[in-house]
Every structure is written in C-alpha cells, then in structure tokens.
C-alpha cells in the first residue's frame, strides 16, 4: 500500500508555510500511476505556492513493486552518519526484522533485502533498470 502523510513545510525560499503531501512508500502494483510520477520527480517535492519555487523534501522512501518482487529504499545520505541507523540491517545488508510471519519466507522475502540508495536519481535509475530488464526478459 503506498502511503502518503501531510505536513505542514517552509519553503526555503520564501519562507511560506503550506502542508504539504510527503510519501513513505509507493506502491506501484496498487497504484501504478506513481511510477510516472517519481520519473517526472513529482514525488516529494515541495512546490511553494507563494513563490513558485520546487524543492525536494528530504525523506526515506519506499518503492515497492509487487508484480516485479523488488523494492528499492531511498535515505538521506545523513543517515550513514547515524550509528543507529545501522543497526536496522543484518550484516548482509538485509533489514533486521523479527517476527515476521511464516507465509512472509516465501511471497515477501524480497521486502527485506531492498536495494538501498541514497539520491533520488539512483532510485529512478535502478526502477528503469529494472524495468528494462523485464522487458528484455519478455521478448
């Protein structure tokens, strides 16, 4: 499920406060419109309505591809400088996660070994990647 949250921004610019729509994760199987969307850079990203000016907000961010089984999971490159961070991800580079259920070993294993990134433009490369390799795959 993709899920969005609003909140309230300062543009840092003008200064101008707005809500604005900030994603945690898209889900381009349930809502495949979004992938467009993060290709033309419409996913967070702050459009002031005082003076016009674009921005990119700043926030980790799921992609996730049900059909494909792959995820990708953006970071600001800040966190490589928290200790805590690291400590969500096995020495393997998988997410650290406990309890999951039993059916999740065999349909969602891939949710814990995303493909990490930290820019934006690295994310949007690795989805066409992936998406031409499908395509190659296909013919």
């Not at 969307?37 to 992609?63: G, H, S, V």
């Not at 020495?91 to 493909?115: C, I, N, Q, R």
Request: aromatic share 12%; with cysteine; net charge negative.
């Amino acid at each position: 499920m993709s899920k969005m949250t609003p909140y309230s921004l300062q543009c840092p610019y003008c200064g101008h406060t707005q809500e604005t729509m900030v994603w945690a994760s898209l889900n381009v199987t349930q809502d495949p419109e979004l992938k467009a969307r993060l290709y033309a850079a419409e996913i967070n990203r702050f459009d002031c309505e005082q003076c016009q000016k674009q921005t990119f907000i700043n926030a980790p961010l799921l992609y996730h591809d049900m059909t494909m089984q792959f995820c990708v999971q953006y970071y600001p490159p800040e966190a490589l400088d928290d200790e805590d961070f690291h400590r969500h991800f096995n020495a393997d580079g998988s997410v650290a996660m406990t309890g999951l259920p039993a059916s999740f070993a065999t349909s969602g294993e891939y949710l814990t070994k995303p493909h990490i990134v930290f820019d934006m433009s690295e994310m949007i490369r690795y989805v066409a990647f992936r998406d031409h390799v499908a395509e190659a795959n296909r013919k």
